[in-house]
């Protein structure tokens, strides 16, 4: 399987051992609340983006794809752009049963958009090597609920402290702040076109 890899794959794994780094620095924050647990997971989320764009620009550069490579990307963006920013949500507090049932929607989302991209890939191309525009939010963009996150951390906006505080609606709790994870869902599956870079 290795000798398979192009470099750009190697740029790929590199974005999926971010995310999985990141999801246990927040497994390590949950275990004994050091916020720089959270700051350690925003990096590597952070950096987890800066191999997402450099494998794409490496496999345009050596004009060399493949349907692994794409298999791959989308694995690793899961992981770095979609679990792992949901598990920060709740690790900084949103662990009402709507959040819950809101950061689960996103994750689904992200995999669904994932989904969606690689079967109409071909197609959006238009005969060309080159997608020209996405349909929906492209999964990497969760990485401003990171970045709002990070901010919030580094305020002391966490677990009870969260900003905008909670609701309880039928006997369970929800953080309005989790209503913008089901809004970086909806607009990942919604037919909204964004011109690809």
């Known amino acids: 399987m290795v000798r398979q890899l192009q470099l750009a794959d190697w740029f790929t794994l590199a974005n999926a051992v971010c995310g999985a780094a990141a ?7 949950l275990e ?11 990096g590597l989320v952070l950096a987890a983006m800066l191999f997402d764009v450099l494998d794409g620009r490496i496999a345009r550069w050596r004009m060399v794809t493949s349907l692994l490579g ?15 920013p949901a598990l920060l949500g709740y690790a900084c507090g949103m662990v009402g049963l ?9 994750i689904a989302c992200g995999v669904s958009r994932l989904a969606r991209y690689n079967i109409t890939a071909e197609t959006l191309s238009e005969g060309t090597d080159k997608v020209k525009h996405f349909e929906g939010t492209p999964i990497p963009t969760s990485v401003f ?18 900003w905008f ?3 309880t609606l039928a006997g369970f709790t929800l953080h309005p702040l989790a209503l913008l994870f089901a809004l970086s869902g909806s607009l990942m599956i919604s037919r909204v076109r964004i011109p690809k870079p």
């Open 98 to 106: 709507y959040d819950r049932v809101i950061l689960v929607f996103f």
């Open 145 to 162: 609920l990171v970045l709002l996150l990070a901010v919030a951390a580094w305020f002391g906006a966490l677990g009870p402290h969260l």
């Open 23 to 29: 999801i246990f620095s927040i497994m390590s924050y």
């Open 70 to 84: 794409r298999e791959l990307d989308s694995l690793a963006d899961v992981i770095s752009f979609g679990v792992a």
């Open 165 to 167: 505080g909670e609701a």
């Open 32 to 42: 004994g609340h050091e916020v720089k647990h959270v700051f350690y997971a925003c």
